[in-house]
T-cell receptor, first 111, second 115 residues
Framework: KAGVTQTPRYLIKTRGQQVTLSCSPI?????VSWYQQTPGQGLQFLFEYFSETQRNKGNFPGRFSGRQFSNSRSEMNVSTLELGDSALYLC??????????FGPGTRLTVL | AQSVTQPDIHITVSEGASLELRCNYS??????LFWYVQSPGQGLQLLLK??????LVQGIKGFEAEFKRSQSSFNLRKPSVHWSDAAEYFCAVGALTGGGNKLTFGTGTQLKVEL
């Protein structure tokens, strides 16, 4: 099976813009979760989707949102970008619960 | 709330030497425990997991970890380190909450291997 894919791999934006990141899970996986990784805060949970429903959310402002489509693909959106949003955004997929398989990440740089 | 502590930020070992990376967790029930490895610029690769049963679990690349409930620990070990093991290692604890689950990660241990 193909692994988790994330697009784009690299992204440069300026403050105030918005951005959309995409994640395609492993075939058959219906749970997709998102994590933000920064040198200062480490790996932090953003949210999780299962069968198109958000069922867990981390402690991030409302500028961070996501959705999941009927084919389990997921997108996350960050509006009104801030410098502090520069990070590696990791997507992970799993069956309903248990082992998370991670994608390579999207490196977002906000200037 | 669940939490994970990895007390060692950096560890340096010589190639061929043994390795132990420490991980302590805080969780109210039986935890799901994981070790992941991350190479520079890459995502996270699962090394091994513990859900239940045998407390000594084997993983990929010759790694193993032992779950000790009394010590709230899940330390990662390898008997002989290879130069290619240089990477950052993350311990994580998972939970099933309200029909969903999330992972809480430790801050990571950066492993350097001296040739």
């Amino acid at each position: 099976k193909a692994g988790v894919t994330q697009t784009p791999r690299y992204l440069i934006k300026t403050r105030g813009q918005q951005v959309t990141l995409s994640c395609s899970p492993i075939s058959g996986h219906r749970s997709v979760s998102w994590y933000q990784q920064t040198p200062g805060q480490g790996l932090q949970f953003l949210f999780e989707y299962f069968s198109e429903t958000q069922r867990n959310k981390g402690n991030f402002p409302g500028r961070f949102s996501g959705r999941q489509f009927s084919n389990s693909r997921s997108e996350m959106n960050v509006s009104t970008l801030e410098l502090g949003d520069s990070a590696l955004y990791l997507c992970a997929s799993s069956e309903e619960a248990g082992v998370r398989f991670f994608g390579p990440g999207t490196r977002l740089t906000v200037l | 709330a669940q939490s994970v502590t990895q007390p060692d930020i950096h560890i340096t070992v010589s190639e061929g030497a043994s390795l132990e990376l420490r991980c302590n967790y805080s969780y109210g029930a039986t935890p799901y425990l994981f070790w992941y490895v991350q190479s520079p610029g890459q995502g996270l690769q699962l090394l091994l997991k513990y859900f239940s049963g045998d407390t000594l679990v084997q993983g990929i690349k010759g790694f193993e970890a032992e779950f000790k409930r009394s010590q709230s620990s899940f330390n990662l070990r390898k008997p002989s380190v290879h130069w290619s093991d240089a990477a950052e290692y993350f311990c994580a604890v998972g939970a099933l909450t309200g029909g969903g689950n999330k992972l809480t990660f430790g801050t990571g241990t950066q492993l350097k291997v001296e040739l």
